[in-house]
Antibody
Framework: EVQLVESGGGLVQPGGSLRLSCAAS????????MNWVRQAPGKGLEWVSY????????YYADSVKGRFTISRDNAKNSLYLQMNSLRDEDTAVYYC???????????WGQGTLVTVSS | DIQMTQSPSTLSASVGDRVTITCRAS??????LAWYQQKPGKAPKLLIY???SLESGVPSRFSGSGSGTEFTLTISSLQPDDFATYYC?????????FGQGTKVEIK
């Protein structure tokens, strides 16, 4: 059974940093590209970042470029999101999602809440 | 960036109703469009990919159509489990964008 489990969320002050993790199981993690997608409270979905299976290709949304860094460790079946210089508007539930062979997100984690507030 | 616009934002319907949600792209995305269903406190669930292909395990009352810039999601006979928020998403490029969502409420 495919499982994605996010962790690392919490309360952080503006300007602070946080590192999110996504533990993958039930599939060959190293064969799949992955995304981070976030959702602010009561709002819609916003794509954050993409990483290819080998980490050779990475993309970021303009809203996080230069502040967030996506990475993965295929040996540990884990995906990461390093978030620096956090702002109030980064407050959201962050989901990791697997990208399948149809280039869409077929499996999602349960999400981890990041709250940026003083 | 490609902008995705859904309509309506909210839809009130009854069990058994036929429901249609529209999604428009700011430029052509061919058929690179997906639809997701999201319930409160839960992760999104993939329903449709490549505009009209039904994801495995999704009931056949869900269908998608369209290409280019205009797309629709249709639920042929609304069931109690279908009351949720629906999002379209383009993947014409790796920089995905989502529509703002359509909440389907009980009438």
């Amino acid at each position: 059974e495919v499982q994605l489990v996010e962790s690392g969320g919490g309360l952080v002050q503006p300007g602070g940093s946080l590192r999110l993790s996504c533990a993958a199981s039930g599939f060959t993690f190293s064969s799949y590209s992955m995304n981070w997608v976030r959702q602010a409270p009561g709002k819609g979905l916003e794509w954050v970042s993409y990483i290819s299976s080998s980490s050779s290709t990475i993309y970021y949304a303009d809203s996080v470029k230069g502040r967030f860094t996506i990475s993965r460790d295929n040996a540990k079946n884990s995906l990461y999101l390093q978030m620096n210089s956090l702002r109030d508007e980064d407050t959201a539930v962050y989901y990791c999602a697997r990208i399948d062979w149809n280039y869409v997100a077929d499996y999602w984690g349960q999400g981890t809440l990041v709250t940026v507030s003083s | 960036d490609i902008q995705m616009t859904q309509s309506p934002s909210t839809l009130s319907a009854s069990v058994g109703d036929r429901v249609t949600i529209t999604c428009r792209a700011s430029q052509s995305i061919s058929s690179w469009l997906a639809w997701y269903q999201q319930k409160p406190g839960k992760a999104p669930k993939l329903l449709i990919y490549k505009a009209s292909s039904l994801e495995s395990g999704v009931p056949s009352r869900f269908s998608g159509s369209g290409s280019g810039t205009e797309f629709t999601l249709t639920i042929s006979s609304l069931q109690p489990d279908d009351f949720a928020t629906y999002y379209c998403q383009q993947y014409n490029s790796f920089l995905w964008t989502f529509g703002q969502g359509t909440k389907v409420e009980i009438k």
